[in-house]
């Protein structure tokens, strides 16, 4: 019987050698359990678009944390000028 050895890179670029019975569609048996091995399957377009989403959130949430310290500091301002203590 011969088993014919091949090389694999998976997601954390380890490089694992393997018997090709214990390797199916990207799937295969490491100390008794199946590790994924598959490449990631967002595509450049998708992983974009997702970028410029977090981007857009965090700046939208930059915008309320400036307005909540701008008032804040407004309330501050506002107490002074009234000769309260803050």
Known sequence: MCIIFFIIF??????IAMA???????????DGRLINGRPCSISGIEEAANLRRAAK?????????????MADE???MDDIMRGKKF
């Not at 998976?10 to 490089?15: A, R, Y």
């Not at 090709?20 to 490491?30: A, P, S």
């Not at 959130?57 to 310290?69: D, F, S, Y």
């Open 57 to 69: 959130r965090a700046r939208k949430v930059e915008e309320i944390a400036e307005g909540i310290r």
């Open 10 to 15: 998976v997601k954390n670029c380890n490089i």
């Open 74 to 76: 407004m309330k501050t």
């Open 20 to 30: 090709t019975n214990d390797y199916v569609n990207g799937l295969y048996v490491k």
